[in-house]
């Protein structure tokens, strides 16, 4: 079953995000403890507990994109006072609250009328105060988040108002579940079958529909067989139920794809408006690498997830480089060509030598000038480094890059990370946040905040052996500069395959490009000079200047619907090697 999709969408990429966006990457959601104390607002998120929500943001996110003046709220209600906290929410003039644990079944009771999957259900998460009108919007999006899974059997854990939504929704598509509960009789209920012990051999899918992670218990699974372990809560309290399926073998899930597709059912409800997904796959995905999002990064990854990570040349899509299902995903995600090696991001130069099989003088120079920083070596690679990671090739990409984020991240793992760039194969490399392309951060476990890349396009590349260094792809550091610690540079090998980036068509925009010596009035697109028309963008004229400034403005013209984007030639000198590289690329 699909999710909802924003028809404001060019290419995936929400146009109403784009030109509402704010800084909301510091948005701090406001909790109230006391319901007689909420404050006047649009809509709210009730619960116990409740600041651990990511509803606030979620909602002020596509309130933003949408160009709504909304206010979104989160409010502790104690158990068996929702109701009370509903009459008040309503003589307040809240329009709409959705309704998380233990309150489901309660603010059932409240409404006056419900939709079809409320009735089915029982509970409501989503309430138009207006009308007393109940939603359940659990069901449709638990389904929506379940993309590419095979129905077989199910397990859920739990008999709460989640899980009944959980065991209804999954029946609908014609799974086979039954229910483990503390409390057999509660599981009995549910009216299918019960199982009496927590073992999950014979299960393709098992459904944590249960708060212990909220309150910070783990249950005694025992993880037998293989299949989908998914976890309706997230973050934090979603780590140790999901690591324990992850070490038996399991693939895992938390819920925020869930939550997302919630989300947007409720806004579509309460405002009669399509949602703006794009917007709200980046407010829910897009984490600083601080606190408790550390621990959840690392077991994103550790797990063998996808990360977007920031670096100093483009944002990357990340991975274990030692996991080969881990790399797969990378693949699978960009639509990346099997025979497209990665470039494997390493903490320092104790690591790097620990995946190559040879480590020449001429390497330790490179690494002494350059490192970290935005040069790749490509070397002699040992065998704990997959197949996959190299396209089969006998040699392995290395960079130790200086972005601070990432290098933390690096410090903290076990593991060195592949990270091509995070777009589509081919398509532009995102410099900024949003830039990213929604249709592949929605495969992304999690989105790392950064500042707008430093350089802008993607490492230079060179092939280091004993008798020589060899330029593959040119890129943030130059030739010269390559050339004045090591000597000159082997000819090159039109054969070579080593470097990604290689490819005749690559670095594109979806609109053509056109390179042209000059541009007149007419012709949107990049100049070198003085603008002589609309839709064009005037270029530095330093090369490294340029350099950190054309993904982003072919972003933003690639958005602006043009029938052609035309750019104007460069010099053709040294210092220029790499801008008329891409350039020639995105020709194609």
């Known amino acids: 079953m699909g999710g909802l999709v924003c028809r404001h969408d060019r290419g995936g990429v929400c146009q109403l995000y784009r030109a509402a966006a704010v800084d909301l990457s510091r948005y701090e959601a406001v909790v109230v403890d006391d319901w007689r104390l909420a404050p006047a607002a649009d809509y709210a998120v ?7 929500s990511l509803s606030p943001r979620l909602h002020t996110w596509a309130y933003t994109a949408l160009g709504l003046d909304r206010s979104y709220v989160a409010i502790r209600v104690p158990a068996g ?23 489901k079944a309660e603010a059932f ?3 006056q009328s419900h939709d079809e999957w409320a009735t089915r259900v029982g509970v409501v998460n989503t309430i138009d105060l207006r009308t007393r009108h109940g939603a359940n919007t659990d069901a449709p999006g638990l389904l929506a988040s379940l993309t590419g899974v095979t129905v077989g059997r199910a397990l859920v854990l739990g008999a709460g108002g989640s899980a009944v939504a959980v065991v209804r929704a999954l029946e609908s598509v014609g799974w086979d579940v039954k229910v483990w509960a503390r409390r057999p009789e509660a599981a009995a209920a549910l009216g299918v079958g019960v199982a009496d012990t927590l073992r999950t051999e014979g299960f393709d899918l098992v459904v944590n529909a249960t708060s212990a992670g909220l309150a910070g218990e783990t249950l005694p699974v025992e993880w037998v067989g293989k299949g989908l372990a998914y976890d309706l809560v997230y973050g934090a309290a979603a780590q140790p139920f999901l690591q324990a399926a992850h070490q038996a073998g399991w693939a895992t899930q938390d819920g925020l794809s869930m939550l997302i597709q919630q989300a947007a059912l409720a806004l579509a409800q309460w405002e009669v408006c399509e949602p703006p997904m794009a917007a709200m796959e980046c407010a829910v995905r897009s984490v600083p690498y601080t606190g408790e999002h550390q621990a959840v990064i690392q077991g994103h990854l550790q797990r063998g997830q996808l990360v977007v990570v920031p670096t100093e040349t483009v944002f990357g899509l990340a991975a274990n480089a030692l996991d080969p299902e881990a790399v797969a995903r990378i693949f699978t995600a960009k639509g990346r060509p099997a025979d497209n090696p990665l470039i494997v991001h390493v903490r320092d130069v104790a690591q790097a030598q620990s995946l190559a099989a040879e480590w020449p003088d001429l390497a330790q120079k490179l690494a002494d000038a350059f490192w ?11 065998a704990l480094v997959p197949a996959i990671t190299t396209a089969g090739l006998d040699s392995v990409a290395v960079r130790c890059p200086r972005h601070p984020v990432l290098q933390a991240l690096l410090a903290d ?23 990213l392309e929604p249709r592949l951060t929605q495969r992304a476990a999690a989105v790392l905040q950064g500042e707008p890349t430093e350089f802008g396009i993607e490492s230079t590349v060179v092939r280091v052996t004993p008798d020589g260094v060899r330029l593959l792809r040119p890129g943030a550091i130059s030739r010269t500069e390559i050339e004045a610690v090591v000597g000159p540079l082997l000819a090159n090998d039109a054969a070579e395959k080593a470097s990604p980036g290689l490819r005749k068509r690559h670095y594109a925009p979806r609109t053509p490009i056109h390179l042209v010596d000059q541009l007149d009035a007419s012709h949107p697109g990049l100049v070198m000079g003085s603008v002589a028309g609309p839709h064009q963008v005037a270029m530095p004229t330093e090369p490294q200047a340029y350099a950190q400034r054309l993904y982003r403005e072919l972003a933003r013209l690639d958005r602006a619907g043009l029938a052609a984007i035309f ?17 020639n690329r995105m020709v194609g």
């Open 46 to 52: 009730l619960g116990d507990p409740v600041a651990h």
């Open 81 to 103: 006072e929702v109701g009370a906290a509903l009459d008040h929410l309503q003589r307040l003039g809240y329009r709409g609250v959705n309704v998380t644990v233990p309150h």
């Open 109 to 111: 009771a409240w409404c």
């Open 372 to 382: 970290p920083g935005p040069l790749t070596m490509v070397l002699p690679k040992q």
């Open 413 to 435: 793992l076990e593991f060195p990370l592949a990270a091509p760039s995070a777009n589509l194969s081919e398509s532009l490399s995102p410099t900024a946040l949003d830039d």
């Open 567 to 583: 750019i104007q030639r460069p010099p053709s000198t040294p210092e220029w090697e790499a801008i008329h590289d891409r350039l």
